[in-house]
């Protein structure tokens, strides 16, 4: 059940709110076969974008995602909230903690566990490898005639 | 200065960390014009990222981002990790605070203020929009044959 509340919009943006990061367990989604997944929002349908595909994810204290994964076209990074633990891309298996960031290439075989006592709190970030053209503030535009309405 | 560690990398993944998040002010840039920007992370350089330019970023108490701007080619999205205030996109104005999360396509002019007596810790994400194709477990495969090192 999706407990986001959409909060404005025009054409050029969506705004949501999932709420609380420390009640992230209450969002639910089906997966494949009808397993109902916990401690997971996925924001491309509720937001409309259309350069990436972000999640809010949660894993339990001591408890690993139960299998790994590849992608086919997108590159993944992963920015770890609390919690710590393992990561593993291949064989390569380092330590996860706040402030972890992780990107992985599509061929990358990636799993993680939560070896701590706390929930591990993560956003994964799907995007099309090589994708990306100009960026930061390469890709921006000052908008001055804008009046702040605070 | 930069204060991010490089954790473990190979062809295929880079991982960092780049600290505490209550601790994002310590890390500086060099904006336009030599002006030293307090607060931000820009992570597509230091993660090899080909997909996206995400930043983790800082707005003190009581302070709004001095400009409004737009972007040429990439869709933005913003979540809000913590602090409160409000986002403003044209000419829509509305309530932001943890959980928040405004996607904004590139011709959107936006600013926003941190109203809240608490930093205002914030991720922006830019991606090329219309680049993503397949996405979620839709782009995903199972990796059955890796052994878990922990």
């Given at each position: ?46 937001t ?7 999640s ?65 709190i ?29």
């Open positions: 059940m999706s407990k986001v509340k959409k909060v404005a919009e025009n054409t050029n943006f969506t705004a949501v709110n999932i709420g609380s990061l420390n009640k992230l367990t209450e969002h639910t989604l089906a997966g494949p076969s009808g397993v109902v997944m916990e401690g997971k929002v996925f924001l491309k349908d509720i409309h974008s259309t350069g990436t595909e972000i809010y994810n949660v894993l339990p204290p001591q408890t690993a995602i139960p299998y790994f994964h590849t992608h086919k076209k997108n590159e993944e990074t992963y920015l770890i909230l609390s919690g710590s633990g393992l990561f593993q891309v291949d064989d390569k298996c380092f330590d996860i903690t706040e402030g972890s960031v992780i990107r992985i290439a599509p061929n990358g075989k990636r799993g993680m566990t939560n070896t701590s006592n706390e929930p591990m993560y956003i994964a970030i799907q995007s099309k490898e090589n994708s990306l053209e100009e960026y930061s503030m390469g890709d921006g535009k000052m908008a001055a005639d804008v009046k702040p309405m605070w």
